[in-house]
């Protein structure tokens, strides 16, 4: 399974790219896990709405077709790390790949989050997008450490 975080904003702090870099490393082989990121759209005296379509443009070119399509939203369905693992599991068995999408600044286009397979929420609280790479990926493994048993997750 291959499991691809694509993320709106190429710079993110050194702290936050080591964090992520830690994580991203110990999936095991059978787990993929990819970074895309996808450059914001300038915001100069473009729309709202130009804004968000150009951003989805680029988000979807890095999606390959028949790709299973997590997007994350703020409104989105909450999860526990637990039914996090559960749903990874979910896509595992169904041998399908999966890209979790991140907004960039406005978040994402209206109709790309409604055309999503599904839309998860990662917190309550706002959150600045480096810091959402490294929480996701940090779940993700904590998730997957689950469903095998590994002990980087105690209940």
Known sequence: MRLTIVAVG??????????????????PPELKVE???????PR???????????ERQRIEAVIPKGTRIVALDERGTAVTTVALSARLTGWQLGGDDVAIVIG??????PAFKQAAHERLRLSDLTLPHAMVRVLLIEQLYRAWSITVNHPYHRE
Do not use: H, M
Request: glycine share 4%; charged share 30%; aromatic share 10%.
């Open 35 to 41: 970074l895309k990121a996808v450059k914001t759209e």
């Open 44 to 54: 100069a005296s473009k729309t709202l709405e130009n804004l968000l379509a150009a």
């Open 104 to 109: 960039g600044p406005d978040g994402l286009d």
């Open 10 to 27: 190429q710079k993110v702090p050194d702290w936050a790219q080591t964090a992520y870099d830690d994580y991203a490393k110990r999936f």
